[in-house]
């Protein structure tokens, strides 16, 4: 099987035992990731400070990051879902605070639907701090038919508030 290339959104708003504040907790997070066997990170967004989104609370740090695997979406979901349980991420209030968030916000087999997981992300293209470090690391990526992701980014920086 060949490789196919993920684009993951990395989001922390809350500290670690071990690896600090939640800008260390997404760089740690991306090493994690690195670590496991059949992903490998090719490129990565620098962190940047966003404000919070609904109850979370306190702002967060954010990144993206692209990585080739040979595995299926839902194979990836689960190895995402293991590293974030191992920086102690457990179920909670929706948008609430958070050690670590991993999301894949896309992928280059195009659209994928199933009972857990659509991609591209269903909110992607109303995200700021998901699309801002996309567009940084993949500009051409096409995520919405003929737009790109800076197309998207370009479009919601004119825009008013995201959701």
Do not use: Q
Request: hydrophobic share 45%.
């Amino acid at each position: 099987m060949a490789k196919t290339s993920y684009a993951i959104a990395l989001g922390s708003n809350r500290p670690h035992g071990r690896h600090g504040g939640p800008a260390r907790v997404v760089a740690a997070a991306v090493d994690a990731i690195a670590a496991r066997c059949g992903l490998k990170v090719d490129r990565v967004a620098r962190v940047r400070s966003t404000p919070a989104l609904g109850p979370a609370g306190r702002g967060f740090a954010n990144s993206a990051l692209i990585l080739a695997s040979k595995l299926e979406p839902p194979e990836l979901l689960a190895e995402l879902k293991s590293v974030e349980r191992e920086f102690g991420r457990r179920g909670g209030r929706r948008w609430g605070p958070r050690v670590l968030d991993l999301d894949i916000i896309a992928w280059d087999g195009g659209r994928w639907r199933s009972r857990t997981l659509v991609i591209p992300h269903p909110r992607l293209a109303r995200r700021d701090f998901v699309l801002e470090p996309l567009a940084a690391i993949a500009p051409g990526w096409r995520l919405d038919g003929p737009l790109a992701a800076r197309h998207l980014a370009h479009r919601l920086a004119r825009r008013a508030p995201r959701d």
